[in-house]
């Protein structure tokens, strides 16, 4: 068991559905990210929220919506996918400028397939 | 900037033997270093890091790394691998004032075979 949850496990949703990922840590860490891993790539960092406020986006789709309601949830909104969107959808969280010198930890990621 | 390049995709390697995984950095400032394991339908979990003192750092499941500044290099190693041991392995540097952000290496897959 880690100290970030994320859910669901796994989605499967249509190209025109909505549907958003949760991730909650139970750390009290400040700083919460999501990261795309998908099959044969390097992992990608998708948006970093650091104190609540987005200081990354890493020219993301607008089809991919963050939203960060306090330092311990994390949503990823999902809208209007395409399949080459599927991927596993990984959250961590980390204690920015702490002793542990931004150790991240991971969720156990949410399957996402686009069909 | 900060950088991380992993030198090999994959390593096959039988049981028992040792393995190296190997990673080079390149930072401007000084950085703290990890190494991070995701085993198949899992997300990633830390393995062991370096931030400051003794240059090796070992986890409790027989891994060990040491951090050579000179050759900015933090490579991986175990003595006797298991076949539990088969995983995606991910290096990863962070450092001031970037603190706040890590930067992954692209993984290497290590396959223990029997």
């Known amino acids: 068991e880690t100290g970030v949850t994320q859910t669901p496990r796994h989605l499967v949703m249509g190209m025109t559905n909505k549907k958003s990922l949760k991730c909650e840590q139970h750390?009290?860490?400040?700083?919460m990210y999501w990261y795309k891993q998908s099959a044969k790539k390097p992992l990608e960092l998708m948006f970093v929220?650091?104190?609540?406020?987005?200081?990354e986006n890493n020219s993301v789709p607008s089809r991919f919506s963050p939203e960060c309601p306090n330092s311990s949830h994390l949503f990823l909104h999902l809208h209007t996918l395409q399949p080459e969107d599927s991927a596993l959808y990984l959250c961590?969280?980390?204690?920015?400028?702490?002793?542990?010198?931004?150790?991240?930890?991971f969720g156990e990621g949410s399957w996402l397939t686009v069909v | 900037a900060q950088s991380v390049t992993q030198l090999d995709s994959q390593v096959p390697v039988f049981e028992e033997a040792p393995v190296e995984l190997r990673c080079n950095y390149s930072?401007?400032?000084?950085?703290?270093l990890f190494w991070y394991v995701q085993y198949p339908n899992q997300g990633l979990q830390l393995l062991l890091k370096?931030?400051?003192?003794?240059?090796l750092v070992e986890s409790i499941n027989g891994f060990e790394a040491e951090f050579n500044k000179s050759q900015t290099s933090f490579h991986l190693r175990k003595p006797s691998v298991h076949i539990s041991d088969t995983a995606e392995y991910f290096c990863?540097?962070?450092?001031?004032?970037?603190?706040?952000?890590?930067?992954f290496g692209d993984g290497t897959t290590l396959t223990v075979k029997p």
């Open positions: 961590a969280s980390s204690q920015v400028a702490g002793s542990s010198g931004n150790t991240i930890y």
């Open positions: 750390l009290g860490h400040n700083a």
């Open positions: 929220y650091s104190l609540e406020e987005r200081v």
């Open positions: 930072s401007s400032v000084s950085v703290y």
């Open positions: 370096y931030l400051s003192g003794s240059t």
């Open positions: 990863a540097v962070s450092g001031e004032p970037n603190a706040g952000k890590s930067t």
